[in-house]
Structures are given as C-alpha cells and as structure tokens.
C-alpha cells in the first residue's frame, strides 16, 4: 500500500516541455581509448551506445536554463509568470547559491522563489511532488521544474566501472495549477516517493563534502567522483521502480493495462525491460533515448518527457507512467494523463 506520505493531490499540469543536451558526443569507442572496455561490453551491459559531455565552461545552470527557455517557449508563457523554480541535481554549479538561483537570473524569472533538491536520479521526480505541493496549496501557481545534471564533473575517467555510464544534460517542465478542470491535459494524477539511508553507501560521491573535504593528500585517490556497487544497486532498482509504479498507478485508480508509455530513468536497458515484464508490458512500451545519452541522473526523465511529447508520441489522454530510483536510495513514481 501508499505510505501515508504519499497521499494524492489533484490539479496540477504539466504545461510545457523542454530540453538540452550538449554538443560532444563521446563514443563507447572513444571510452575504451581510455579504459579498458569495449563498445560490445557497454552495449550489451548498458544499452548506452554514446553520451553528451557539457563544455568546460558550462555549468549545470547553463543546461538547465536553456532548457527551462524550451519548456517556457512551448508552454507559451513568459519567465515573469514563473513564481517557482525547482532543480533537481547532484552536480549544481557550486555548494551555495542554488543553482535553481542562477536559472531565475539567465531566464529572467524576477518573480520566482527558487532553490534545489538533491535526490540523485530521482530527483527530477521528488522536485515535481514539492512543486505539486506548493501548486496544489495556493502558495504558488506556475512552476519550473528542472532536472539538470554536468556528471562529467564527477566521474573518474579511471574506473570503468562507472565511466561509461553517465553523461551530461538538462531537462525541464512548466506546471501550472489547473483550477478545477479536472480532466486538464498533462494532469500530474499520483507520485509516490521512497528513501532508505540504509543503503547510502552503495552509490554515492564519498568525498568534497563536509564529512570528507578534499585536501592535498587524499585528492589523488578521488574521493570526489561518483563510486557504485552496480550489481547491488542493479537489484534494488528494479524491485523499487516496480513497486513504486504499482502503488502510483494504484493511488491514480488506475491498472497496469491503462499505461500507455512508461518514461522511466534511463540507467541501464536491462533494467527498463526487467521493470516492463514484471509490469508483464511489452519492452516497447517504455521510452528509451539512453543509448543517446547515457544516465543523466535527475535529467532523464525530463529530457526523455520531452522528447517523446517533440516526437509526436504523447496523445491526449494518454496514461504516462514516469519512474526513478538513484543514490540514497531514493526512489519515485508519478503517472500522468497527457
Ligand atoms: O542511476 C542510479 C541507479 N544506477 C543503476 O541502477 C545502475 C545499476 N547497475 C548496473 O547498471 C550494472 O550493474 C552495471 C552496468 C553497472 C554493471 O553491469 P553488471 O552486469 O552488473 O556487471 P558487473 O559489475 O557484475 O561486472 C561484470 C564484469 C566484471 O568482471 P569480472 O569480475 O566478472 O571479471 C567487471 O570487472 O564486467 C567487468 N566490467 C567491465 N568490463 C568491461 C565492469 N565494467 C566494465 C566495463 N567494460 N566498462
């Protein structure tokens, strides 16, 4: 059952979707002229094929406000109108201002309250429950949240391990309070979330915080890039991710035949398709751009939202099922009705 925690709202939409990815693609060939690793390896692994890396001079803010401007442009609204920004990332610009700060001043998002979530790849999905929150009181009435994410800055280009997995990008959704049409497209209709610390140490970036600052003598061993036991974390993505989307698609009065795409985190293919044949879906109903891009973390909700909704994919009506799992652990789900 839903936690109490996890109690449905109603009356928020999604509005307007947007997204950036950087320039540079990086190659599983280009990674195994680095480590020792294979495009073969990686793909049958992974399913990831390329990845996005941001320029040097690009921060976080950089991805996600051109992705915010997107969202803005195809929800046909100005930045003014935004009382709201929320980002979800693990890689923001520096410890303080939020990064969700410098997206108000690139935008010009004068009227917005802003700052950041950290849930790690389920952030994206945790930062659209807070903002329903704040919709669904009357606080506030049109809000960004953003999902961005510059994990080139925290990968040690040694270890194979993780390397090949992450890459860089940004991706965002305008959402708007829908008053009382209760049958508003792109309706948010339940989220569930989940945490358990318990589980922290299996995938985390151990050092440049306050518990371990980097100093000259133990820079060297990179405590500051991202380390991950892969296969535990392999399992309890999947048992989370299923039980979330059953308890969002219970909470929203809705069965797993109703689902008409499934938008999950995009870290690795044989998770997505052991997600879909316990949902006992076909593997095509779930979106897939990670051989694109690779895990982009809180980003790859957003960015796989938007482009499904640029594709043509998303009609009217349709049941979305978005959900997430990342470093914590965290874990969420939300189903949508376009
Ligand atoms: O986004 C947050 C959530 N993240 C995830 O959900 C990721 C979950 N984990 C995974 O996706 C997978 O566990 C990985 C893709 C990370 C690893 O795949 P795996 O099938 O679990 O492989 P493994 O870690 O069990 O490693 C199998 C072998 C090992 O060699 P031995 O010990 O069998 O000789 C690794 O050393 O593959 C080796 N290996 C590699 N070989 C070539 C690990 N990484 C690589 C590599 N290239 N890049």
């Known amino acids: 059952m839903p936690t109490p925690s996890s109690q449905a709202f109603c009356a928020s939409s999604i509005i307007g979707t947007g997204s950036y990815m950087p320039e540079k693609v990086l190659t599983n060939d280009d990674l195994s002229k680095i480590v020792d690793t294979s495009d073969e390896w990686i793909t049958t692994r992974t399913g990831i ?24 442009a195809d929800a046909g609204i100005s930045a003014e109108e935004v009382n ?48 329903r929150h704040f919709i669904n009181t009357g606080n506030r009435s049109t809000a960004l949240v953003i999902g961005a994410e510059k994990l080139s800055s925290l990968i040690n280009w040694q270890d194979r391990n993780t390397c090949v ?16 049409e209760t049958d508003a497209p792109g309706r948010v209709l339940s989220t569930v979330m989940g945490s358990d610390g318990n589980l922290a140490d299996l995938l985390k970036v151990p050092g440049g915080g306050s518990a371990c600052p980097i100093t000259a003598e133990n820079a060297l061993s990179r405590p500051n890039t991202i380390h991950m036991e892969g296969r535990e974390t392999f399992k309890h993505a999947v048992t989370r991710m299923c039980q979330a989307s059953e308890q969002a698609l219970e ?45 982009t973390s809180a980003a790859t909700i957003p960015v796989a939202l938007d482009e499904a909704n640029r594709a043509g994919r998303l009609k009217r009506g349709d049941i979305l099922l978005l959900v997430a799992f990342g470093g914590g652990f965290t874990w969420a789900s939300s189903v949508v009705r376009w």
């Open 165 to 180: 997995l992450f890459g860089d990008g940004a991706g965002a959704v305008v959402i708007r309070r829908a008053e009382e």
């Open 49 to 72: 094929r390329e990845r996005r890396i941001a320029a040097e001079d690009q921060a976080t803010s950089d991805m996600a406000a051109e992705a915010a401007r997107r969202a803005l």
């Open 84 to 131: 709201l920004i929320v980002v979800a990332t693990v890689t923001p610009d520096m410890f303080f201002p939020s990064t969700a700060c410098f997206v108000q001043k690139k935008i010009g998002a004068t009227n917005a309250v802003c700052f950041d979530i950290s849930a790690a790849c389920s952030g994206f999905l945790y930062a659209l429950q807070v903002a």
């Open 251 to 295: 909470m929203a009065g809705l069965k797993k035949e109703d689902i008409t795409l499934i938008i999950p985190h995009q870290a690795n293919l044989r998770i997505i398709q052991a997600i879909a044949d316990r949902l006992g879906l076909p593997h095509d109903k779930a979106f897939i751009n990670l051989d694109k891009y690779g895990n």
